[in-house]
């Protein structure tokens, strides 16, 4: 069915709007979880943008924010914008979720309050000096090791990598095991998703690594002194009970790698393809953790997350009803001209500050600090080692519902 | 508009006016205050908006939250009585001739 667009503003974009529901919200046929628009999201984003403050994407029958002005408010207003009902478009009121659900991210005040500040103290900046010089050392060990090899393809060999050689030991995972860490994440990513094919797949696989997860999560296989053990050590103190641990730390497992892995992915892919600004990193190396932040804003590496309306709500003269699905594109925010200059251009200078690749409100990520510092840190080590950074084979992009990244980057190191 | 002023580690200050509602961190980046790193976006997590308030004012903010005092535990540059996060500090009326030191270092 085509309809014509009634608020009459999804002009110059011919062929994205395709109808409009009965509030005057633009309908739009975009489906963003599909392989051409994880190619190339870009145009669509702008017609997102573009159409009005509040759209409906009709091939999913959700509404959805891709200016930075409502994705910022949806993030901010979490009673209004519940994630109770999922962060996923699926709705837990109606469909049972495909796992427990998260304790935190699927959580809402005032039960949210409390699981959320026991992992914001396991993670807080204190925590951050106590593993930054392990974190740095191992990123100038991973960085010298590929300076010898020289080629190599700087996704598998980097950017995953290395989150692989800290992460996991700073959580206090047992070594047996990890090679289900990413698929279980993927899995995870996926099934935020609608209904497609890489979510039901994701699903119909994710056995065995759930079942990793689950038994990794338990007190007794999580080393002293680790993310995981300071966790279960919260029982302890009284801020949770014992069935909560495990949950708070299947948190740290779904949401800590595959996101720094596609972050670093992202920045390495950005100072490969702008030798400028790897330049200018070269020459300023404290410029590094701007760079990683710029390359977060730039790439958004997890692209979209969604919320369920408590109430009628209005959003920018646009009226959506209880209970309704709003999916909110971070990476659409990211570069939305409204808020920033020359958004397209990736600039290791730029004032990044109230970029939403890691949300922003009570559910900003939990782990930020730890991506910053995986990402400062491997950035610094190249802009002090390496002299230029080359593609040297075709980029492949991997597919999922949520994180936007590459399957495979090969690069060319050069020595300074 | 209050009126806040921030000096810097060498003394060099800059009072800029700031809309009543916006804490003090967001009035300083929108002044291009750069010492203000703000990595998370006034969130409350990051501890890189730290400032130092002047003597004769910190009594009259807003007593702190747990969360911010375990926050200040981290930041880069030595933690004084009178840390505060300055996205946690709310501009109000009555706050007009506010005085915030800025540390060395926010990373």
């Known amino acids: 069915m085509v309809t014509t667009d009634r608020t009459g503003v999804g002009g110059g974009h011919a062929g994205a709007a395709s109808g409009s529901v009965p509030s005057g919200i633009p309908g739009l046929d975009i489906d963003p979880f599909a392989i051409e628009f994880f190619e190339n999201p870009f145009p669509a984003h702008e017609a997102l943008r573009e159409a009005g403050p509040v759209v409906h994407l009709d091939k999913w029958n959700v509404y959805a924010v891709a200016r930075y002005a409502e994705v910022h408010l949806v993030l901010n207003d979490p009673l209004t914008f519940c994630s109770s009902r999922g962060v996923g478009l699926s709705d837990f009121a109606k469909e049972k979720p495909w796992r427990p659900p998260s304790l935190i991210l699927e959580a809402d005040p005032p039960a949210h309050t409390r699981t959320r500040a026991v992992l914001s103290r396991v993670l807080s900046p204190a925590v951050m000096k106590q593993i930054r010089d392990g974190f740095a050392a191992a990123a100038e060990a991973k960085v010298d090791e590929l300076l010898a090899r020289g080629s190599f393809d700087a996704v598998a060999d980097l ?47 994710s056995q065995p690594h759930q079942a990793y997860v689950q038994e990794q999560c338990q007190r007794d296989n999580l080393a002293p002194g680790g993310f995981g053990a300071c966790i279960h050590a919260r029982v302890d103190a009284g801020d949770i009970i014992a069935a909560e641990a495990p949950m708070l730390v299947r948190s740290l497992l779904s949401a800590g790698i595959d996101t720094t892995v596609n972050g670093i992915g992202a920045a390495i892919y950005c100072l490969a393809r702008f030798p400028e600004e790897f330049a200018r990193l070269r020459s300023d190396p404290s410029l590094a953790r701007n760079a990683f932040e710029e390359a977060i804003r730039f790439e958004s590496p997890v692209q979209t997350f969604f919320r369920t309306t408590t109430k009628d709500v209005e959003i920018s003269g646009c009226k959506v009803d209880a209970g309704e699905k709003i999916l909110m594109f971070l990476g659409a925010a990211n570069r939305d001209p409204r808020r920033w200059a020359d958004p397209d251009r990736y600039d290791i200078t730029r004032k990044t500050s109230g970029h939403v690749g890691f949300g922003s409100g009570i559910h900003m990520c939990v782990g930020q600090l730890v991506a910053r510092l995986e990402g400062e840190v491997m950035l610094a080590a190249l802009a002090r080692k390496v002299a230029a950074i080359e593609m040297s084979g075709p980029v492949k992009r991997r597919y999922n519902n949520t994180l936007r990244g590459l399957e495979s980057l090969p690069i060319t190191l050069r020595p300074v | 508009m209050p009126i806040i002023t921030f000096i810097r580690s060498d003394n060099r200050s800059e009072s800029i006016e700031a809309r009543i509602g916006d804490s003090a961190m967001l009035a300083a980046t929108r002044h291009g205050v750069d010492e203000i790193v703000a990595e998370c976006g006034g969130n409350a997590m990051c501890a890189t908006c730290h400032v130092y308030v002047d003597d004769n004012w910190i009594s009259r903010l807003a007593a702190m939250s747990d969360e911010e005092d375990a926050l200040l535990d981290g930041v880069a540059a030595e933690r004084q009585p009178n840390s505060r996060l300055s996205c946690q500090i709310k501009i109000e009326q009555d706050l007009d001739g506010l005085v915030l030191r800025l540390p060395e270092r926010q990373l």
Not at chain 1, 176 to 189: I, K, M, S
């Open chain 1, 159 to 205: 950017a995953e990598a290395y989150p692989l050689s800290v992460f996991p030991d700073a959580v206090g995972l047992k070594q047996e095991g990890r090679e289900h860490l990413l698929p279980y994440a993927g899995v995870v990513f996926n099934a935020f998703g609608p209904p497609n094919q890489l979510r039901q797949t994701a699903i119909e696989r």
